[in-house]
Every structure is written in structure tokens, then in C-alpha cells.
Nanobody
Framework: QVRLVESGGGLVQPGGSLRLSCKAS????????MGWYRQAPGAQRELVAE???????VYGDSVKGRFIIPRDGARNTRLLQMNSVKSEDTGVYYC???????????WGQGIQVTVSS
């Protein structure tokens, strides 16, 4: 029903910046929240940042002040601007959309982000 595709990952040096993009397709009219989660090796998946359709955004504690969801993107796209990255930011980043129909969740396949010098 909803397909999510991430792009923009890769290798970045500590202190650098990276921008991720998630494009949604399918029955996107039902989406009421869309954002980013990540999973480091051996760790649980955790919230990075998520924005609802009214523009409210919540950030994970570890990324506050460094990561931002820009609000200038297309309606079917969720961006993640990553600034001042640290080695601890390394992991697989997943896009997630929440549907208001039955409280269903849709996930992208994930994209690798590696912070290393």
C-alpha cells in the first residue's frame, strides 16, 4: 500500500554532514507521520526524527541540535539533514511512515550511514 525508498547514505567523516531522502509512493494520502529511525550493530532500533502532517517534529535525544528535518521538501518526501556527525551515528537508517488507517506502519529497506575517518 505504501512504499518507502531511502537514498543519500554513504561514508562521511566525523564532523561532516549528510542528507538523507525518503520518497513515499502508493496510498500516501493515509500517512499522518513520517520520519527516520536507525539501528546500530547489536543495538535496538531507535527514533532519530519524525514529523507529523501538522508539522510537529520530535527528535531523539542523541541527535537534538545536530539533525534536522527540513520543511521545504516535496509532500511525499521526508528529508534528514545530518550535521556534525559522530562515529556513534553509524548505522542503518530506516524511513518509517504511519498510516491513520488501522495504525499501520510501513518501513523502507534501510540505508547504511558510516561515520569514519
Amino acid at each position: 500500500q505504501v512504499r518507502l525508498v531511502e537514498s543519500g547514505g554513504g561514508l562521511v567523516q566525523p564532523g561532516g554532514s549528510l542528507r538523507l531522502s525518503c520518497k513515499a509512493s502508493g496510498h500516501i494520502s493515509s500517512i499522518d507521520a513520517m520520519g527516520w529511525y536507525r539501528q546500530a550493530p547489536g543495538a535496538q532500533r531507535e527514533l532519530v526524527a519524525e514529523m507529523t502532517t501538522d508539522g510537529s517534529t520530535v527528535y531523539g535525544d542523541s541527535v537534538k541540535g545536530r539533525f534536522i528535518i527540513p520543511r521545504d521538501g516535496a509532500r511525499n518526501t521526508r528529508l534528514l539533514q545530518m550535521n556534525s556527525v559522530k562515529s556513534e551515528d553509524t548505522g542503518v537508517y530506516y524511513c518509517r511512515a504511519r498510516s491513520s488507517l488501522g495504525e499501520r506502519y510501513y518501513w523502507g529497506q534501510g540505508i547504511q550511514v558510516t561515520v569514519s575517518s
